[in-house]
T-cell receptor, first 110, second 114 residues
């Protein structure tokens, strides 16, 4: 039931792009994306509801393919501040109950 | 507006001891959650409360109890701590805004059971 995230880790140079994927074996109502910096609490980035909409947040955007039960997070022109661990959280219904993936570690180097 | 607060920030327990982790939010949120995060791992839901007076089990509820004291407060109790419960515990609450419901997390409690 836990969503699968890929890749597990990625290292980028500042200005490069990255894609983080999240897939589920179950039908999804929504997908949430969070970023966690070392030693800190997770911080909400965006939520995608079923309907396949794409959302943006500065240079970070995401898509949700409801039929494939997959979501992707796109980071363009990465900045040093993007470093951290990215988690997707999936919701099967409108219960507000999330199941999180194991995370993708992103390191952006100068 | 403090957001989500948790106490204590750090705690060391001996096996078999009990303790209660406190969580409070001042954002008038209905739903509250307790997660645990083991080193290098994702967040696993222990218990959640959709509203005052209701609680439900999450993925890993064994060894824990919760109490939704009022709309603001949601506590997590370990009755007999075990080394396997060594983890970082996060409390969260949900802003319900139409169809959007982002979760706000507290700073966490780092618990070590020896």
């Amino acid at each position: 039931q836990q969503p699968v995230q890929s890749p597990q880790a990625v290292i980028l140079r500042e200005g490069e792009d990255a894609v983080i994927n999240c897939s589920s074996s179950k039908a999804l109502y929504s997908v949430h994306w969070y970023r966690q910096k070392h030693g800190e609490a997770p911080v909400f980035l965006m939520i995608l509801l079923k309907g396949g909409e794409q959302k943006g947040h500065d240079k970070i955007s995401a898509s949700f393919n409801e039929k494939k039960q997959q979501s992707s997070l796109y980071l363009t022109a990465s900045q040093l501040s993007y470093s951290g661990t990215y988690f997707c959280g999936t919701e099967m219904d409108s219960s507000y109950k999330l199941i999180f993936g194991s995370g993708t570690r992103l390191l952006v180097r100068p | 507006n403090a957001g989500v607060t948790q106490t204590p920030k750090f705690q060391v327990l001996k096996t078999g001891q009990s303790m209660t982790l406190q969580c409070a939010q001042d954002m008038n949120h209905n739903s509250m959650y307790w997660y645990r995060q083991d080193p290098g791992m994702g967040l696993r839901l222990i218990y959640y409360s959709a509203s005052e007076g209701t609680t439900d089990k999450g993925e890993v509820p064994n060894g824990y109890n919760v109490s939704r004291l009022n709309k603001r407060e949601f506590s997590l109790r370990l009755e007999s701590a075990a080394p396997s419960q060594t983890s970082v515990y996060f409390c969260a609450s949900t802003l319900e805004r139409g169809l959007s419901h982002e979760q706000y997390f507290g700073p966490g409690t780092r618990l070590t059971v020896t």
